[in-house]
Structures are given as C-alpha cells and as structure tokens.
C-alpha cells in the first residue's frame, strides 16, 4: 500500500495534474488508485469533468458510506471529489479531539481495495491537510521553475517536519521527493531553481526526481475534461510523469517490503 500527499504551499505549482496523472499511470500499471481532493476548489472534479453526487465533506461530516463518495474515473482509479463544503467540514472537523487524525480513522478502513491512495491537497496548510499528511506519512512535493514556488517547497518540507515535532515519536512524515514540474530549458531562471533545488536536496536529504517538462497537451487535455494519457499518450509530459511513476513504485514498494520484513523482528525484540 502505498499513500502519497502532493504537496507545495504555492498555488498553481501542477499538484493537482501531478496528482491526476500520476493516479493514471499507477492504474495503467495495473494498480488500484484511490485519489482524493481535499481542496475546496474542487480541481479534480473539473478536470476530469466528473459528476459526483457526493463529495469529501460528505465523507467527514455527515456520515455518508464511502462507495456513495467514490466516483470511478477510468479503469484503476476512484476518486473522492471536494467542493466548498471541504472548508465548513474543517470548520466542524476543528472542534474535534484528535482532529489531526480523521482521515487515519475514516479512510484506513476503505483503504485494502487499493494499491495506491494519492491526496491532492490545497496551495495553504488546512486541517485537511494535516489529516492527509498524518494518515499517508509520506510527501511528494511538485516546484515549479520560479522563486515562489521553490519557497512553497520549503515550506511544504517544514509542514511535515513541524507535524512530527508535535506529534513527537508518533509520527514520522517523510518528504519523499522535490519534483521540479513545468521544466523549460530555454528560460534562464530554470536553472538557477534547477540550481536552488539541489542545494535545497542536500540541506534536507529529500531526492531531486527526474523532471516534468512543460507541454501544452497538459492544459488542453484538462479543457476536454480527459486524462494526458488519453488525450496525447505521446506526450512528453506523460513519458516524465510514467518515468517518475515507475520510480516512485520502485522505490516505496521496496521500503514497504523492507518495513514488512522488519516487523516480526521488531514485534520479538519489544
Ligand atoms: N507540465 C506542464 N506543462 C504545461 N502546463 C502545465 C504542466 N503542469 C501543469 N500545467 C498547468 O499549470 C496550471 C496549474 O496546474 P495545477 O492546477 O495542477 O496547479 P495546482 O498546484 O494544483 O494549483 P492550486 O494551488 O491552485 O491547486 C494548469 O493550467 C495546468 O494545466
Ligand atoms: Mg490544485
């Protein structure tokens, strides 16, 4: 299983078309996907052109079943859309003990039909935000080629380390890798953030991943409501996104294997 949180405090940095593509390219990898918006725009509702009659705050607040919150997208992946009522479910969520933990309390119970959950989260820190970075624990963070969006990676970084620090040895959240997006070679200031992200990979120890090129099939293939995959499958973009996707397995599939390994040793040392 593994659950992922895309991740940058700046707007407009490609979390949601990460989220979205990369959802399609672990199912056309024959994984279960579930993605869920916790963004109150509701962006994935309307790139994808998807006709929820229930949405995530459903979900939280008023005890509505999961499969009536699930919308199926295409073959492999589900998603759980938002809207505004995200924000009034926080605004009730706030008031609850152990806020932080409602969606480790509510989805890891649906969870065991997927291979892959994916969260796609809001450019601010919300309570939804935190909830998906306590149940998924693990963070991938898009930047974008300018200033701005690099600091939203930074401050995307400390989002996860300030959640530890709270929860003390409860917690670990790990940034799992800074995906530069929206790469053009051609613009000076590419590689200077190119530049920047490195030295941002050594100060903290998160992997800079392969880059995601810009390509206009991206935002054409949102304006038909389709996924890059359908729309262009040979878009330049979607080979990156495959690339990083066949990556990401790679390498969180082998540290589940590894946590699985370690577990009856831990279990006969406590
Ligand atoms: N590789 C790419 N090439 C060209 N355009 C892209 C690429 N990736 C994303 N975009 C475009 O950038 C814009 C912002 O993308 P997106 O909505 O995914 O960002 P976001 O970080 O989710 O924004 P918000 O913070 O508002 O939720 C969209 O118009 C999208 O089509
Ligand atoms: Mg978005």
């Known amino acids: ?151 939203g990676a930074v401050a995307a970084v400390n989002a996860a380390a300030a959640l530890n620090r709270f929860f003390k040895k409860g917690l670990n959240v790990r940034t799992i890798g800074l995906l530069p997006v929206m790469v053009d070679r051609r613009l000076a200031l590419t590689s200077m953030v190119l530049d920047s992200l490195k030295q941002l990979s050594a100060d903290t120890g998160v992997p800079v991943l392969p880059v995601i090129r810009t390509d206009s099939a991206v935002p054409k293939a949102a304006r038909v409501r389709k996924f890059l995959a359908d729309f262009d499958p040979n878009s330049k973009a979607l080979a990156d996104y495959n690339d990083v996707a066949s990556l990401l397995l790679k390498s969180l599939d082998s540290q589940h294997e590894r946590s699985e390994a370690n577990e009856p040793a831990q279990a006969k040392s406590a």
């Open 1 to 151: 299983m593994i659950r992922l949180v895309i991740s940058n405090q700046r707007g407009g940095v490609a979390k949601t078309t990460t989220a979205v593509i990369l959802a399609r390219s672990f199912a056309a990898k024959g994984r279960k996907v579930l993605l869920i918006d916790t963004d109150s725009q509701g962006s994935i509702r309307t790139i994808l052109g998807l006709k929820p009659e229930f949405h995530l705050a459903d979900f939280l607040i008023r005890n509505m079943a999961f499969r009536e919150c699930v919308v199926h997208a295409c073959e492999n992946v589900d998603v759980v859309c938002s809207n505004r009522d995200t924000t009034e479910a926080e605004v009730t969520l706030s008031n609850s003990p152990f806020r932080e933990l409602t969606f480790e309390r509510l989805f890891s119970e649906h969870e065991d039909a997927y291979d892959v959950i994916l969260i796609d989260v809001a450019p601010s820190i919300t309570l939804s935000q935190q909830c998906a970075m306590v149940y998924a624990q693990q963070v991938l963070v898009p930047v974008g080629m300018e200033t701005l969006s690099l600091q």
